[in-house]
C-alpha cells in the first residue's frame, strides 16, 4: 500500500510562473519530509526537506509547505525555469524508522 | 556530492543468470539502501543496511539478498535474475536513518 502519494504524472507551466507540485500521506508517524529533483539517466539529488515540527520552510525559489492535519505537503517553485524541467519525488520518514517512502514522481516540464 | 559509485553503471543479462550490483561509498554513512525505479512505481526500497552485517528488507525484496561486511561497499544480490528485474537500481547512504537521503548515479539492469 502507497503511503506516499503524488496523483499528478505531470505537471507543465510556464517560464515565470509558479510550480506547485503536491503530495499526500497516510502514515502519521512519518515526521520528516524530502523532495527530490530527477533528470533523465541520473540519480535523484535532495532539494528541500521539512520538519513535522514546521509548515514551511524556503530555500530560494523553493518552498515546502507542509499541512500536517490534512497530511499534505506542496513543493513551491517561484519563478519555474527550464531548468527545473524534471521528475520530483516527495519522500517521508519517522525518526524512529529506518526508511524513507517515495511517492510516484511528478513529471515536471517549464515551458520557454 | 556525496561519494557514492555504483557498479557496473549498465548491465544486460539473461534470465536465470545472478547478477550483482554493488555499492561504494566515501561518506562513512552508517545506512545504505537499494532501491528500484519503475514507471508507474516511482522508488522502491528493495533492503537497506544498518551497519556492518545488518540488513533488512524493503517492501519489494523478493528474489533479491543484500551483503554488507564492510561499511563502504553494500551488494545487492540477484541470485536468478528474471525479466520482471528489469529496472534502474539505485543505492542510497544516510547518515542519521531519517534526514537527508543521498543517491548514486544509477545502475541499469536488463534481464533478457
Known amino acids: 500500500d502507497q503511503q506516499v502519494k503524488q496523483n499528478s504524472p505531470s505537471l507543465s507551466v510556464q517560464e515565470g510562473r509558479i510550480s506547485i507540485l503536491n503530495c499526500d500521506y497516510t502514515n502519521s508517524m512519518f515526521d520528516y519530509f524530502l523532495w527530490y529533483k530527477k533528470y533523465p539517466a541520473e540519480g535523484p539529488t535532495f532539494l528541500i526537506s521539512i520538519s513535522s515540527i514546521k509548515d514551511k520552510n524556503e530555500d530560494g525559489r523553493f518552498t515546502v509547505f507542509l499541512n500536517k492535519s490534512a497530511k499534505h505537503l506542496s513543493l513551491h517553485i517561484v519563478p519555474s525555469q527550464p531548468g527545473d524541467s524534471a521528475v520530483y519525488f516527495c519522500a517521508a520518514s519517522s525518526f524512529t524508522g529506518n526508511q524513507f517512502y517515495f511517492g510516484t514522481g511528478t513529471s515536471l516540464t517549464v515551458i520557454p | 556530492d556525496a561519494g557514492i559509485t555504483q557498479s557496473p553503471r549498465h548491465k544486460v543479462t539473461e534470465t536465470g543468470t545472478p547478477v550483482t550490483l554493488r555499492c561504494h561509498q566515501t561518506e562513512n554513512h552508517r545506512y545504505m539502501y537499494w532501491y528500484r525505479q519503475d514507471p508507474g512505481h516511482g522508488l522502491r526500497l528493495i533492503h537497506y543496511?544498518?551497519?556492518?552485517?545488518?540488513?533488512d528488507k524493503g517492501e519489494v525484496s523478493d528474489g533479491y539478498s543484500v551483503s554488507r561486511s564492510k561499511t563502504e561497499d553494500f551488494l545487492l544480490t540477484l541470485e536468478s535474475a528474471t525479466s520482471s528485474q528489469t529496472s534502474v537500481y539505485f543505492c542510497?547512504?544516510?547518515?542519521?536513518?531519517?534526514?537527508?537521503?543521498?543517491f548514486g548515479e544509477g545502475s541499469r539492469l536488463t534481464v533478457l
Open positions: 542510497a547512504i544516510s547518515e542519521t536513518g531519517t534526514g537527508e537521503l543521498f
Open positions: 543496511s544498518y551497519g556492518v552485517k545488518d540488513t
